[in-house]
């Protein structure tokens, strides 16, 4: 497994949340981002998890929502160092799961994401 600290790993994430376009950032609602080093291991896609979506997509919304926590995305970091051989992989997989659980959160879903290269 490649090495990098959390640290390293984190600095990552918010890059790769740096470049997405500032018109789409500033229409995000009331999410949190956090960096986990494992997923847990009962859940659906067991340790090979690389990144997590859960809450209420914008698109689902209604006049309804009002004083729910704020949705969470997570990016699980040693799942992406173990599938990473170089650092620059781990960039460009950091980068495509965090677009990913982002547009999750714009209610985009899995088809579309696999099907222009998000998967």
């Given at each position: 497994m490649l090495e990098m600290s959390r640290e390293e790993f984190e600095e990552l994430v918010a890059e790769a949340l740096d470049r997405i376009p500032p018109e789409l950032t500033k229409l995000m609602d009331n999410v949190a981002i956090f960096v986990e080093d494992e997923p847990d291991p009962a859940g659906e896609h067991g340790t090979n998890l690389l990144g997590l979506y859960e809450g209420i997509p914008l698109t689902e919304r209604g006049d309804w929502y009002a004083g729910v926590l704020p949705d969470?995305?997570?990016?699980?970091?040693?799942?992406?160092?173990?599938?990473?051989?170089?650092?620059?992989?781990?960039?460009?997989?950091?980068?495509?799961?965090?677009?990913?659980?982002?547009?999750?959160?714009?209610?985009?879903?899995?088809?579309?994401?696999?099907?222009?290269?998000?998967?």
């Open positions: 969470r995305i997570t990016v699980y970091r040693n799942p992406i160092l173990r599938i990473c051989e170089t650092y620059e992989h781990v960039v460009e997989e950091v980068e495509v799961t965090v677009v990913h659980e982002v547009a999750h959160h714009f209610g985009i879903g899995d088809a579309w994401l696999h099907e222009h290269g998000y998967g």
